[in-house]
């Protein structure tokens, strides 16, 4: 029995504490206590890992610019929802056109009312135009078609400026999460391809590089999480006043068909 006398030989503290650190545990590893230690190391560029860093700065600019889109166009659709419902109630407690369109002046964020102005306008250069011509009756019916063809390019044009941006939350939703796996399949390649040269084959050897690539895919959610939830809420608020042009345009034909054409 020779292996009884070494199982028994005292090893220091201090002796089995610096074979970890210098044969087992990386220098890197030993400096990231904490995940965000993690994150704020893997943020610099260095010519040993470039592709990850620069993987972590796009997706930090996407979710820069998510969360400025997300600020602006909630104050912008909640102004206009906010404004849409005081047209619409001095819409329906009023017959009088002239008094609905001065009133339009002070609700310029509402996209219901502008679809209403330009119908008005509309109107009013037909009813202008009309002591020109010799056969109203005859032209009664192109005359309804200029209204509609006014109210549809208003519309087209309010859905325009309210969607403005949502493009970029949808772009970040989908793209997002790929951007961050791209850096973590790159990490986790790199930190494979270094085991070779490493002094241990352990995971500890690889742990920090692993470290280091999850981190891009957890940002890249980051990212992509809230875009996707506010482009989802936006867009059920660009029905509502898609829905509310519709029915204001289909009630301002009625109205100037009934009684003025």
């Keep these: 029995m020779f292996y009884l006398p070494l199982l028994s030989l005292p090893i220091e503290e201090g002796n ?15 400096h990231h206590n904490t995940v965000s230690d993690l994150f704020w190391g893997s943020l610099k560029l260095n010519s040993n890992s470039l592709i990850v860093p620069v993987v972590l700065w796009l997706l930090i600019f996407m979710s820069i610019w998510t969360w400025g889109i997300i600020l602006s166009k909630y104050r912008e659709l909640h102004k206009a929802k906010a404004d849409s419902d005081k047209f619409s109630a001095i819409f329906w407690s009023s017959r ?8 339009t002046a002070n609700l310029k964020s509402s996209p219901v009312a502008n679809v209403y102005a330009s119908g008005h306008k509309e109107l009013q250069e037909i009813l202008t135009s009309r002591d020109d011509r010799q056969e109203l009756h005859s032209s009664e019916f192109g005359d309804i078609e200029n209204i509609e063809r006014a109210l549809k390019r208003a519309k087209a044009e309010e859905l325009t400026r309210i969607e403005k941006g949502t493009t970029f939350l949808a772009t970040t939703a989908s793209a997002a999460p790929f951007v961050g796996l791209f850096g973590t399949v790159w990490g986790i390649m790199r930190a494979f391809m270094g085991l070779s040269q490493a002094s241990s084959t352990s995971i500890q050897a690889v742990a920090p590089g692993i470290s280091e690539a999850l981190i891009a895919t957890a940002v890249g959610l980051a990212a992509a999480i809230p875009a996707a939830m506010a482009y989802n809420y936006f867009m059920q608020q660009v029905r509502y006043l898609s829905r509310e042009m519709d029915k204001f345009s289909a009630e301002f034909l009625n109205i100037a068909k009934r009684h003025f054409l």
């Design 16 to 30: 089995l504490s610096g074979i970890q650190t210098s044969g087992f545990m990386p220098a890197t590893l030993a």
């Design 96 to 103: 009088n056109f002239a008094q609905i369109f001065a009133a």
